[in-house]
Nanobody
Framework: QVQLVESGGGLGQPGGSLRLSCAASGSISDINRMAWYRQAPGKERELVAMITRGGSSNYADSVKGRFTISRDFAWTTVYLQMNSLKPEETAVYYC???????????????WGQGTQVTVSS
């Protein structure tokens, strides 16, 4: 029904940058918002950044000023530009959308498989 394909993870240097992408496809009628979450080993999943259809964005306090969430014009792909990376940001990063499927009655959350980001020298 919904496919979320994440890419761009991997090894980043402390102080360096990585850019994540997430492409949404499938029987989607509308997407209300797109977001990135992360989960570090032994920790709960946390919201990193979110962007709405209207273009408003929100960030976790820990990433403000360093990470930027953006989307493509077609509103099918969301990006996360991560700058000044820190070792403690090593985690699996998940794409999340709040979407309405074709023929659906309400918006629901959908998740990608996750992409590993490791920040290490």
């Amino acid at each position: 029904q919904v496919q979320l394909v994440e890419s761009g993870g991997g090894l980043g240097q402390p102080g360096g940058s990585l850019r994540l992408s997430c492409a949404a496809s499938g029987s989607i009628s509308d997407i209300n918002r797109m977001a990135w979450y992360r989960q570090a080993p032994g920790k709960e999943r946390e919201l990193v950044a979110m962007i709405t259809r209207g273009g408003s964005s929100n960030y976790a306090d820990s990433v403000k000023g360093r990470f930027t969430i953006s989307r493509d014009f077609a509103w099918t792909t969301v990006y996360l530009q991560m700058n000044s990376l820190k070792p403690e940001e090593t985690a699996v990063y998940y794409c999340n959308i709040d979407a309405l499927l074709l023929g659906g009655l309400r918006y629901k959350d959908y998740w990608g498989q996750g992409t590993q980001v490791t920040v290490s020298s």
